[in-house]
């Protein structure tokens, strides 16, 4: 069955579920991370069928957040690179661990620690404001069109309204 696509949608969060939306894609590009790079060793890793694996690797790679480059000509074999535009899902990824290690991990606490190399210390992530540093909590912060939200869509009633629902969410009391 084929799913809708939210390629088209005035929505960035719409958008990336269309490229990286279902477990299998995630738990891919959480391999690549790791170091492991090769079709035979991300099927034995993650014991995705081999079928699940080719979708999944063509969908990042027609995104253009992989790149496939072959290491062996008899027979071909592929490892699969991330672009800078797949490397940039780091944070994404760092920020769904974070939300697993606080909300999923059992009393034995998190299965990885994400260690700092640059300053030697053990880490977590945390998003800040790239302005003043501080953290974004959801009760200080809102969303509002952007210059890049359709000019037909802007004045549509519902849009407006539904705008004006994520103001008033988020006003200080």
């Known amino acids: 069955m084929r799913r809708t696509s939210f390629e088209n949608w005035p929505c960035s969060v719409a958008r990336t579920m269309d490229v ?3 477990s299998w894609t995630v738990l891919v590009l959480r391999e690549i991370f790791y170091g492991i790079r090769r079709f035979d060793d991300i099927q034995r890793e993650l014991g995705i069928a081999r079928n699940t694996l080719v979708d999944r690797l ?13 290491y062996q000509s008899e027979p071909r074999r592929h490892e699969y690179v991330l672009t ?3 490397a940039d899902l780091w944070g994404v990824l760092l920020a769904i661990t974070q939300w697993g290690d606080r909300w999923m991990a059992d009393e034995s606490g998190p299965p990885i620690t994400l260690h700092h190399t640059a300053c030697g210390h053990d880490t977590s992530v945390a998003v800040v404001c790239e302005h003043c540093g501080e953290p974004i909590p959801i009760e200080e912060s809102r969303m509002s069109m952007g210059p890049g939200y359709p000019e037909h869509l802007r004045d549509r009633p519902d849009i407006v309204e539904r705008f004006r629902r994520v103001d008033a969410a988020h006003a200080p009391e």
């Open 20 to 22: 990286v939306g279902d």
């Open 58 to 70: 063509k969908k990042l790679v027609d995104a253009g957040v992989l790149e496939r480059h072959e």
């Open 84 to 86: 800078p535009k797949g």
